[in-house]
T-cell receptor, first 109, second 112 residues
Framework: AQRVTQPEKLLSVFKGAPVELKCNYS??????LFWYVQYSRQRLQLLLR??SRESIKGFTADLNKGETSFHLKKPFAQEEDSAMYYC???????????FGKGTKLTVNP | EPEVTQTPSHQVTQMGQEVILRCVPI?????FYWYRQILGQKVEFLVS????????KSEIFDDQFSVERPDGSNFTLKIRSTKLEDSAMYFC??????????FGQGTRLTVV
């Protein structure tokens, strides 16, 4: 069973438009959730994690336990935001990350 | 900024051959991981390594796979007899006590 679902494989927006990348998870305990980003030809890097409640590069993500979601949002997309975005879950008692399939975001000029 | 380094960046091998993928984790990190990503699919966990032993492994990580940290710095993944379906991008990651996982740039393994 898929534990992390990113329903959009591709997402295309124009510069300055709001963007939301969806992530839903399936886990009965208290998960730790992350967004990782992979820019073209670069390594996977952490964008943000739910426990820190930070805003990184203008992105925010709120954990909604009722909807089991952790959607990534940015009010005004920039061209340099174009990348692959992966939602990931770390289960309690485990150190491994369970990744979603990723969403490729393209921000058009 | 410290980085996880993987070598080689691309490895082509014949089916049935052994391959060793190498990783230099960030020094003072304690947890080490291998993940793989088959083309077009999700990043999948293979194995985690802590305190010189495997702490967790997935069902993908069968007897053909092994990991070791032979000299306290390098962290290697060995595939004993490669199969076509082992072709994938392999990512190493390391994690400190109070940090997130940092990933290497990956090794693309092509089995022909």
């Amino acid at each position: 069973a898929q534990r992390v679902t990113q329903p959009e494989k591709l997402l295309s927006v124009f510069k300055g438009a709001p963007v939301e990348l969806k992530c839903n998870y399936s886990y009965s305990g208290s998960p730790e959730l992350f967004w990782y980003v992979q820019y073209s030809r670069q390594r996977l890097q952490l964008l943000l994690r739910h426990i820190s409640r930070e805003s990184i590069k203008g992105f925010t993500a709120d954990l909604n336990k009722g909807e089991t979601s952790f959607h990534l949002k940015k009010p005004f997309a920039q061209e340099e935001d174009s990348a692959m975005y992966y939602c990931a879950l770390e289960e309690g008692g485990s150190e491994k990350l369970v990744f979603g399939k990723g969403t490729k975001l393209t921000v058009n000029p | 900024e410290p980085e996880v380094t993987q070598t080689p960046s691309h490895q082509v091998t014949q089916m049935g051959q052994e391959v060793i993928l190498r990783c230099v984790p960030i020094s003072n990190h304690l947890y080490f991981y291998w993940y793989r990503q088959i083309l077009g699919q999700k990043v999948e966990f293979l194995v985690s390594f802590y305190n010189n032993e495997i702490s967790e492994k997935s069902e993908i990580f069968d007897d053909q796979f092994s990991v070791e940290r032979p000299d306290g710095s390098n962290f290697t993944l060995k595939i004993r007899s490669t199969k076509l379906e082992d072709s994938a991008m392999y990512f190493c990651a390391s994690e400190g006590v109070y940090t997130e996982a940092f990933f290497g740039q990956g090794t693309r393994l092509t089995v022909v």
